[in-house]
């Protein structure tokens, strides 16, 4: 299946039907009155995260989604059917942008949580409504209102609790597949990663879900090599492992150049916990591996682990490392009380912003004549 993690759709909402004018027409009855029914209220369109998905590429195909209009009201007091709500199955960790790919309008980072994008437009009011004292026979009836149309895009952040970050031929995917069931592809030339590939690793009893992402070079926020859009892979993250490539002989220098692109990226990835470590150290002899770990070191201004994901020497400690930080991320965030999973969410199309509402609750309010 082709990974695809940014798509653009157009979504409309549901048209309410027009109310009736209608009168009661039977036999040995002389006045009848006003019957019109009203219309059926236009459906909704939905966003939905759902589990077993990991990738947006079923929005290559069909860009368009369009809900039901509301059937027009009926004589003899019939209401319009109500018209087919459209709900997009999107993969957990999905953000819904706005048209501009900014704004955001929504983030589900949780199974079942549902967002309201298009509201439909409620029914208009048959002449039945219109009946009083001083006009007993109303021959007017009210449209029913338009739908919501919009252009949202789709941007795919997979949810992982440790990422990793190096240039090129570091040894990420060699890592990846050393610790976990994943198996990504592994060549001796430059970015042979070309998608973000996950991976589920278990250290001491306890488990947590690694991402690798295609490699960065100098000049990634401007677009060089495969540039920096899976960065966004690694925003969730508790935790980066930074690999740097032992057998190069700049390791200090390749150090600067992926903390550089992280600070120019932003979204606080530069603020991250990151652990740094020196890999392909089985390529090394004593002497040049102490010495290319000590400039990584003065590079870094800190202490470095130094591993081999073919050897396997080294790696428990970078993962026992790794779990350490996600437990400790993962005890701030019990901590703060966070959103509550499995609501739905109301987006309001003007602004971007967001009110939540019981799942149980009524969305359609009082129908407007």
Not at 208 to 223: C, S, T
Not at 312 to 318: K, L, P, Q, R, S
Request: charged fraction near 25%; include cysteine.
């Amino acid at each position: 299946m082709k990974f695809l993690d940014l798509a653009k759709v157009k979504i409309r909402s549901g048209a309410g039907g027009n109310g009736c004018v209608s009168f009661r027409r039977e036999k040995y009855i002389e006045f009848g009155g006003p019957d019109g029914g009203d219309g059926g209220r236009g459906g909704d369109v939905w966003a939905e995260a759902v589990e077993g998905l990991n990738t947006l590429i079923d929005f290559r195909y069909q860009q368009h989604f369009f809900a039901e209009n509301g059937q027009h009201g009926m004589g003899r007091q019939r209401t319009g059917r109500d018209g087919r709500d459209v709900v997009l199955k999107v993969p957990v960790g999905t953000e819904i942008l706005d048209e501009d790919g900014e704004t955001v309008i929504a983030d589900l980072t949780a199974p079942g949580q549902r967002v309201l994008l298009a509201k439909g437009g409620n029914g208009g009011w048959g002449n039945l409504h219109f009946k009083s004292a001083t006009n007993q026979a109303p021959r007017r009836a009210n449209p029913g209102q338009p739908g919501v149309e919009r252009t949202i895009w789709l941007r795919l952040k997979l949810i992982a609790d440790a990422g990793l970050v190096g240039l090129p031929n570091a040894g990420k995917s060699t890592f990846l597949a050393a610790v976990s069931n994943a198996r990504p592809k592994i060549a001796d030339y430059p970015f042979t990663t070309l998608h973000p590939n996950l991976g589920v690793v278990r250290v001491d009893g306890r488990e947590f879900v690694l991402a690798d992402i295609p490699g960065l070079i100098e000049g990634a926020h401007e677009g060089r090599g495969i540039g920096d859009r899976f960065l966004g892979h690694v925003e969730r993250t508790a935790v980066l492992l930074h690999l740097v490539d032992g057998t190069s002989e700049s390791v200090a220098e390749d150090y600067r150049t992926i903390t550089a692109e992280l600070s120019a990226y932003g979204a606080g990835l530069e603020e991250k916990p990151r652990i740094v470590a020196l890999s392909k150290i089985d390529a090394l002899d004593e002497a040049t591996r102490a010495e290319r770990k000590a400039a990584l070191e003065a590079a870094h201004g800190g202490p470095v682990l130094a591993l081999s994901a073919v050897s396997g020497e080294g790696v428990t400690e970078a993962l026992r490392a790794l779990a350490g930080e996600i437990e400790k991320a993962r005890q701030e965030a019990a901590d703060v009380d966070g959103p509550v999973a499995g609501v739905e969410t109301l987006a309001t199309g003007e602004t971007g912003r967001t009110s939540v509402a019981p799942r149980s609750g009524g969305m359609a309010g009082e129908r407007r004549g």
